[in-house]
């Protein structure tokens, strides 16, 4: 689904998740399988990606959610999520915007 189809009230983020050693690259390498399925999973979750660049301690995050509820409930999720506690420490540049 692109921009242009999301329904109205949708939540789209977008940026980088940008570690500094190879030690936080490697935290998100372990943890990024089961944070996807679990985020993919969430109601009104459109679509979920965090994938790799060529740079090893950069990734390239995409998010769409169908409503600011939804957008909402995810981050509360992920703040005390196994993720959110292992990553916590870890830059991240995002962009939000809302349709």
């Known amino acids: 689904m692109t921009d242009k189809t999301l329904p109205n009230g949708y939540v789209a983020l977008r940026g980088r998740l940008i570690c500094r050693?190879?030690?936080e690259a490697e935290t998100v390498r372990a943890h990024l399988p089961a944070h996807e399925a679990l985020s993919r999973a969430e109601p009104g979750?459109?679509?979920f990606d965090v994938t790799?660049?060529?740079d090893p301690l950069?990734?390239?995050v995409a998010e769409q959610f169908s409503s600011e509820e939804a957008f909402a409930a995810h981050q509360h999720r992920v703040a005390e999520s196994e993720w959110g506690l292992a990553t916590a420490g870890i830059t991240r540049e995002y962009r939000v915007t809302r349709g």
Do not use: E, F, N, R
């Open 21 to 23: 050693t190879p030690k």
């Open 58 to 60: 950069v990734w390239h």
């Open 52 to 54: 790799a660049t060529d």
């Open 45 to 47: 979750c459109i679509s």
